[in-house]
């Protein structure tokens, strides 16, 4: 396994037991601030005019960068029906990341289209593959993201909390799936130097889950936090982070999460969130009440982790006001209705 100097110092105090942790950790320069990227190219291509905090005309990634996010996250299907998120798409826009002075983050969903815990379809172009087959796609192909876009952190899979790959590589069929996630961190190890992260959705479960990949060659600890669907308990959240830390001596990044500005629409396409059961009451579904939950995301992954990632904060109704194809985050980006900068966006700074 390749060793990297150390460089950041984790101290974690335990007050329960009193054990002080110090010096353990793999060598990163800096805390990762991110923001998901992955709709800006069409968003683009829309038309619409997005502004930052002081009103004016300002592309989203320059937006970003301005605020102090200094990594972009972006997801990658194999082959997209529509091209986005494709590997060209990817490749040229990650580009411009690093052309800004921004890291680049993959999340390799290892699909043509969107995978999480509930959807792992393996590519068409797998389809029919015999297991050492599927090996030997999961390397060939991670080889070419590592090489052709040469991302500074990528993720095995997509919140593979029941695996990827199904059949083969379900969670049930363990041994397969802990040799296709061990083809993909080959091919990154051999062909590389980005930072590997493994990515789980929730804090519940996230012990029992990384507990089978203890002899697995890989660097980050990625966990998605929603409140609405993984938990209003924001202290058992660092608890957990802090607890999957000492285990397995890896950083923990929240590598999604996001919050409300407003319970309203700007399409016709169905929010996730539309009601306060499904946020935390101390923050309200306001500009204000946005900002001071990612402040308070922000403070306990700096403090019990390497950083975080806000998912979804480009996805504005960039198909215009009828649509019904449109957004379903809306009222949870980083843009308000008039695409104007939020408060929220100053948090990263810092």
């Known amino acids: ?37 992955s709709f800006i190219s069409q968003v683009r ?27 972009i996250r972006l997801r990658l299907f194999k082959n997209p029906a529509d091209g986005h ?30 995978a999480d815990p509930a959807h792992q379809e393996k590519p068409a172009e797998w389809s029919g593959q015999s297991y050492a087959q599927l090996k030997a796609s999961v390397y060939n192909y991670t080889k070419q993201i590592v090489t052709g876009i040469g991302p500074d952190y990528i993720q095995i ?7 990827f790959l199904f059949p083969e590589g379900a ?32 804090y519940e479960g996230a012990a029992s889950f990384y ?21 209003k308990n924001l202290n058992q959240l660092q608890a957990n982070m802090q607890a999957l830390f000492l285990a397995h001596s890896k950083p923990v990044v929240i590598a999604e999460t996001s919050y409300p500005f407003t319970f309203g629409y700007n399409d016709f396409t169905n929010n996730i969130i539309g009601s306060q059961d499904q946020i935390l009451p101390q923050y309200p579904a306001t500009p204000e009440g946005q900002a001071a ?12 982790g390497l950083g975080f990632c806000y998912w979804g904060g480009e996805w504005i109704s960039f198909n215009g006001p009828e649509a019904t194809n449109g ?24």
């Open 1 to 37: 396994m390749k060793q990297i100097a150390l460089y950041l110092f984790f101290a974690i105090i335990i007050s329960c037991t009193g054990t002080e942790v110090e010096n353990i950790g793999t060598y990163f320069p800096e805390y990762i601030i991110a923001a998901d990227g």
């Open 45 to 71: 291509t829309s038309g619409v005019i997005v502004k930052n905090a002081a009103g004016q005309p300002e592309d989203m990634l320059t937006t970003l960068k301005n605020a102090g996010v200094n990594t």
């Open 85 to 114: 998120s494709g590997f060209n798409e990817v490749k040229t826009f990650a580009e411009e990341i690093r052309n800004k002075g921004m890291k680049v983050w993959l999340t390799v969903h290892y699909s043509d289209t969107w």
């Open 157 to 163: 899979g997509n919140e593979i909390n029941a695996g």
């Open 171 to 202: 969670y049930a069929n363990m041994e397969q799936l802990k040799g296709l996630l061990a083809e993909g961190c080959r091919a990154v190890r051999e062909n590389s130097d980005a930072v590997i992260m493994l990515h789980y959705a929730g």
């Open 211 to 231: 507990s089978n990949f203890i002899d697995l060659d890989y660097d980050l600890i990625g966990l998605s936090y929603y409140p609405m669907w993984h938990g």
């Open 293 to 304: 939950y990612l402040a308070k995301i922000k403070e306990i992954s700096v403090e019990y």
């Open 327 to 350: 957004s379903a985050y809306e009222n949870q980006a980083l843009w308000d209705f008039d695409a104007k900068a939020l408060p929220a966006m100053s948090v990263f700074r810092n």
